[in-house]
């Protein structure tokens, strides 16, 4: 089986500007969970989804949104672009039929963003 | 909330030790993960575990619930160890909501 892919794997942009980040689960896998990591805050959870709904929702601001479609890939976007974004933004695919802190998660290479 | 804490955050050791590396957290958990992060950023899933211990080849985890505590240790270290070792649990205990993570353990294996 295919792992986890997301495209881009590196994107620089300016502040102020949008991004999306695109995250394709393993073949069956119908949960997507989303990830931050800086140097300063470690690993922090963003967003879980699963079939099409939002799941799990992390601390972050409204800039910070995503989806998933029918096919069980999922997008993520963050509006007007701070500085303090640069970071790797890493997905994670599992069976998800729990909450995703009860599967074993499947993580795709990750998207470094920069902002600049 | 819970809250998780790792130690040490930075371990170096010769080719062919046994390390440990611990994970502290502050609620009641139906699960822990255990993660590894390679240079470059890929992260790969260790073990998941409830209860007791399991093992991998020369990767080993334990967990004590009551102690709210669990042990990653590695037989036998190879140079090709060297990554963080990251160690995740639910936010809130029991399986409700997100994963939150320790800090990490960077390892490093000299041969």
């Known amino acids: 089986k295919a792992g986890v892919t997301q495209t881009p794997r590196y994107l620089i942009k300016t502040r102020g500007q949008q991004v999306t980040l695109s995250c394709s689960p393993i073949?069956?896998?119908?949960?997507v969970s989303w990830y931050q990591q800086t140097p300063g805050q470690g690993l922090q959870f963003l967003f879980e989804y699963f079939s099409e709904t939002q799941r799990n929702k992390g601390n972050f601001p409204g800039r910070f949104s995503g989806r998933q479609f029918s096919n069980s890939r999922s997008e993520m976007n963050v509006s007007t672009l701070e500085l303090g974004d640069s970071a790797l933004y890493l997905c994670?695919?599992?069976?998800?039929?729990?909450?995703?802190?009860?599967?074993?998660?499947?993580f795709g290479p990750g998207t470094r963003l920069t902002v600049t | 909330k819970n809250e998780v804490e790792q130690s040490p955050q930075n371990l170096t050791a010769q080719e062919g030790e046994f390390i440990t590396i611990n994970c502290s957290y502050s609620v009641g958990i139906s699960a822990l993960h255990w993660l590894q992060q390679h240079p470059g950023g890929g992260i790969v899933s260790l073990f998941m575990l409830s209860s007791g211990k399991k093992k991998h080849g020369r990767l080993i985890a334990t967990i004590n619930i009551q102690e709210k505590h669990s042990s990653l240790h590695i037989t036998a270290s190879h140079p090709r160890d060297s990554a963080v070792y990251i160690c995740?649990?639910?936010?809130?205990?029991?399986?409700?909501?997100?994963?939150?993570f320790g800090k990490g353990t960077k390892l490093s294996v000299k041969p």
């Open positions: 995740a649990v639910p936010n809130y205990g029991g399986s409700q909501g997100n994963l939150i």
């Open positions: 073949s069956g896998h119908r949960s």
């Open positions: 994670a695919s599992s069976l998800g039929t729990s909450g995703g802190s009860l599967n074993e998660q499947y």
